[in-house]
Structures are given as structure tokens and as C-alpha cells.
């Protein structure tokens, strides 16, 4: 049975991701197999000299052994046997200034994300600049790990649009600056999520962002920014969000309010009402 595509069909499937396999014609496929099986059957007829059959069947696990070694896992870090180097709160309180603490989150290999990632999320400056709101959002997606900050492309001009009506902007201080951030400040390998043990050792990062900037509340948007941010509400972090909504938490002291991801609103435009009343609730948090 013949294949026959004209060059329009063939560019099509291309796009699609569809590879087109042509067999080769069957007299090539009859000889390619035949040489070698007729290769192989002297040796075996060899007549009393046991000593060349015993090493040519010596020498086939030892060309087996090779692919035995090529890694099965799927991240590169998989197969590692040297122990990741931990980041501690301690370890980030000696640093200094904002190009080290981004320094540090660049060279992190304490767990399994960074075997996936192009960049750190992590964007502070140079010197400490205090900002009311803190906007913690969920584990970076491609975007911002291309571009290394979080909230980009589509995702972050809507949240600047939503900041903005409030009176707040991602590069200003005190009442009209909001500091943003991710729970994780790398993308999880794709195909799966950061574990919690995984998000507890970020966690440090996040804690000295919060001494860098000083919120006085913490606007958490997405499913694994308001887990972490419920740690000390373990009994409402496993409620769906809608039963999480409309309520003022608390994290190391400071207000938390949780809301949709900027991502998941531009996929469900009907949530934007229930957003907007969670950023009235948080602005009524400040200036109460």
C-alpha cells in the first residue's frame, strides 16, 4: 500500500508534529538483516576451537553494558548521587545587598526544580525598598522562566492593570508599591508539580524577601501561593477556593488574602468580578 502526499499534505503534518515514515523498498529490507545473520552463523558452526565461540559470547554483554548506563529518569538531576548544597534562612541572612540574594538563588541546587530551569525568578533591589502589598503568586510558567521575573507577557499586564486600580504598581514604594514574587523561584520540570518539601526549601527565599520589602499585606493568587501562604490554616488550605475567598489569614503576622492567578482569569473572564472583590477586601485590610 502506497503513501502518496503532495508537498502541501506533507507541510501540514510537519505542523501538526505528525512524522511521515516511508518504508524503504522490500528488496533492501531483505538484504540489510541477511548479512548479518549469515555473519553470525560461522562462528557457532566453528568446528572443535571452543576457546574464539567462548569469547565472541563474552563479548556480547560487554556491548550490552553501555546502554545499561544511559540515565532512565526524566530530569537530569535524577541519577545524581551528589547531595544538594541546602539554602537556610541563616545562610540568606548573611547576604547583602539585592545582586547577592539573586546570586544565590542563580547558583541553588538544594532541590529538584533547578534541573529544569533557565532562570531564577527572584527580583529584588540593589538596597531594601518597602512596598505595602507583596504578590505571591503560583510556581513560574515558561514565560517567566525565559524572561527570569515573575508576572510576565499576558499574565502580567493584566495584574498591572489590577494594581493599578487600586493605586499600586510593581515598581513603586510604600502605599502604591507591590513587590512580586513566586512561591518557587523555579519553573518545575515539565510534566509535574513542585513537591511540598520542595516548596519548604524556597520557603527561606521568600521569608528574606519579605524582610527586603516590609509588607503590610500579602495578596496570595493561585493554588500553591495560598497553600503556602495557609500554612498556619492548614484546616482552610484544603478548601476549594471559592470556600477560601471573602476571609482576612495571617502569615508570620502579616494579612493574607487570596484570590484567583492572573492566568486562570484569562481563561475564565467570569472570575474578574470575584477578583475584584478580593482586591477590595485587601485594599479595605490596608487602609483599616
Known amino acids: 500500500m502506497s503513501l502518496d502526499l503532495d508537498d502541501r499534505q506533507r507541510a501540514m503534518l510537519q505542523e501538526m508534529g505528525v512524522r511521515v515514515w516511508l518504508p524503504s523498498e522490500e528488496p ?4 540489510a538483516p541477511t548479512p548479518q545473520a549469515r555473519v553470525a ?3 557457532t558452526a566453528a568446528p572443535p576451537t571452543t576457546p574464539k565461540p567462548a569469547a565472541r559470547v563474552a563479548a556480547v554483554p ?5 546502554t545499561a548506563r544511559v540515565p532512565v529518569g526524566a530530569y537530569p538531576d535524577a541519577g545524581s548521587t551528589t547531595p544538594p548544597v541546602a539554602a537556610t534562612a541563616l545562610d ?25 530551569r533557565k532562570h531564577t525568578t527572584l527580583k529584588l533591589p540593589e538596597q ?13 510558567d515558561a514565560d517567566e522562566d525565559r524572561l527570569g521575573q515573575p508576572f510576565v507577557e499576558q ?12 493605586g499600586a504598581s510593581r515598581n513603586g514604594q510604600g502605599r502604591q508599591g507591590a513587590h512580586l514574587s513566586n512561591v518557587v523561584k523555579c519553573r518545575p520540570p515539565v510534566g509535574r508539580l513542585p513537591q511540598a518539601a520542595e516548596m519548604a526549601q524556597c520557603a527561606p527565599f521568600l521569608l528574606r524577601e519579605m524582610d527586603w520589602v516590609q509588607p503590610k499585606l500579602i495578596l496570595a493568587m493561585g493554588r500553591f501561593a495560598i497553600q503556602l501562604a495557609l500554612q498556619e490554616h492548614p484546616q482552610d488550605a484544603a478548601l476549594p477556593l471559592d470556600k477560601q475567598r471573602g476571609r482576612v489569614y495571617r502569615y508570620r503576622g502579616i494579612p493574607v488574602v487570596v484570590s484567583y492567578h492572573p492566568t486562570a482569569l484569562l481563561r475564565t473572564s467570569a472570575n474578574k468580578a470575584k477578583a475584584w472583590a478580593d482586591l477590595c477586601l485587601a485594599l479595605d485590610v490596608l487602609e483599616s
Open 128 to 140: 531594601p525598598v518597602q512596598a505595602d502589598w507583596l504578590v505571591l503568586g503560583d510556581p513560574p
Open 28 to 31: 533492501v529490507l531483505a538484504t
Open 41 to 43: 552463523t560461522p562462528p
Open 92 to 116: 540568606l541572612q548573611g547576604l547583602e545587598g539585592g545582586s547577592a540574594l539573586r546570586q544565590s538563588a542563580t547558583a541553588c541546587r538544594a532541590c529538584g526544580l533547578c534541573s529544569g
Open 62 to 66: 560487554a556491548q550490552a553494558t553501555p
Open 155 to 166: 499574565t502580567g499586564v493584566l495584574l498591572d492593570n489590577m494594581l493599578k486600580a487600586v
